[in-house]
Nanobody
Framework: QARLEESGGGLVQAGDSLRLSCVASGFTMKNYVMAWFRQAPGLEREFVASISISASTSYSASVKGRFTISRDNAKNTVYLQMNSLKPEDTAIYYC?????????????????WGQGTQVTVSS
């Protein structure tokens, strides 16, 4: 019943910005930890950012200072604002939800996933 729908990906040049959105249905997002992961061709899926129920945030070192995760509980939506994009940010970006109170970085801790949205950054 729970579903996550990502949007906002696209093809941009290095230095550009994008904002990804993830709309949840089937559950009330305000009661759950949310996170973004990404997977580039030939690489493992990696943690990008998470946001707790109390809105505390955590980031991968590779995106810290450039990306911002936020949550709008009234809209049941989580966002990922991506600034100063680099070619190495190219990947499929996935939204995920976890029932616990912690903000783990391992993908196995998350219960539901969206289909992903492609982000491609050219130089």
């Amino acid at each position: 019943q729970a579903r996550l729908e990502e949007s906002g990906g696209g093809l941009v040049q290095a230095g550009d910005s994008l904002r990804l959105s993830c709309v949840a249905s089937g559950f009330t997002m305000k009661n759950y930890v949310m996170a973004w992961f990404r997977q580039a061709p030939g690489l493992e899926r990696e943690f990008v950012a998470s946001i707790s129920i109390s809105a505390s945030t955590s980031y991968s070192a590779s995106v810290k200072g450039r990306f911002t995760i936020s949550r709008d509980n009234a809209k049941n939506t989580v966002y990922l604002q991506m600034n100063s994009l680099k070619p190495e940010d190219t990947a499929i970006y996935y939204c995920a939800v976890r029932g616990g109170i912690g903000v783990p970085t391992n993908q196995d801790a998350y219960d539901y996933w969206g289909q992903g949205t492609q982000v491609t950054v050219s130089s």
